[in-house]
T-cell receptor, first 118, second 109 residues
């Protein structure tokens, strides 16, 4: 149980294009999903918290117009990197928190999406 | 994150026990977690402990929590080559996780 998938697993794009990353909770409903960014050999940096049906809450320093988050259902959140530039190249990981049962503070992580902007 | 600190590297011989240490600063943390990350992958939840517990054992994993000193440790018994990975300690407060920088565990034959 508690499986989270991400798609695509890796993407290469040209500078200036937009890239959409999907995060799905496969066997549970997720009240809240989180988007993280991880640089090589570093920890995870929380970018934003996404609640189903409402606007995402962005962490300080994260541009909401550049990183668009949509959480249209209890099992799907998307992150769109708009007008991507080489400095946006990173490993993006989502996580989901269950809306029922278990330890509701526990986050289950997706496998990550490697983005390379040329 | 700067609120959670871990040693960066640990080398251990196969079959020995590994102990990974973590300190945190937020005394109101409700849960503390250990996650494992293999190369190019996401984070796998290994175990967690509620803040009012001082020990939790789960097969080869033992978590010790010293709430007074805000110190958390993860012991892996009979360490195997498949245990080579980065281990992240995380504290939970208000449904947000704060991560340490990760401890890279290398298991040598």
């Amino acid at each position: 149980g508690a499986v989270v998938s991400q798609h695509p697993s890796r993407v290469i794009c040209k500078s200036g294009t937009s890239v959409k990353i999907e995060c799905r909770s496969l066997d549970f409903q997720a009240t809240t999903m989180f988007w993280y960014r991880q640089f090589p050999k570093q920890s995870l940096m929380l970018m934003a918290t996404s609640n189903e049906g409402s606007k995402a809450t962005y962490e300080q320093g994260v541009e909401k117009d550049k990183f668009l988050i949509n959480h249209a259902s209890l099992t799907l959140s998307t992150l769109t990197v708009t007008s991507a530039h080489p400095e946006d190249s990173s490993f993006y990981i989502c996580s989901a928190r269950s809306s029922w049962g278990g330890i509701q503070e526990t986050q289950y992580f997706g496998p990550g999406t490697r983005l390379l902007v040329l | 994150g700067e609120d959670v600190e871990q040693s960066l590297f640990l080398s251990v011989r196969e079959g020995d026990s590994s102990v990974i240490n973590c300190t945190y600063t937020d005394s109101s943390s409700t849960y503390l977690y250990w996650y494992k990350q293999e190369p190019g992958a996401g984070l796998q939840l290994l175990t967690y402990i509620f803040s009012n517990m001082d020990m939790k054992q789960d097969q080869r994993l033992t978590v010790l929590l010293n709430k007074k000193d805000k110190h958390l440790s993860l012991r892996i018994a009979d360490t195997q080559t498949g245990d080579s990975a980065i281990y992240f300690c995380a504290e939970s407060n208000d449904y947000k996780l704060s991560f340490g920088a990760g401890t890279t565990v290398t298991v040598r034959a």
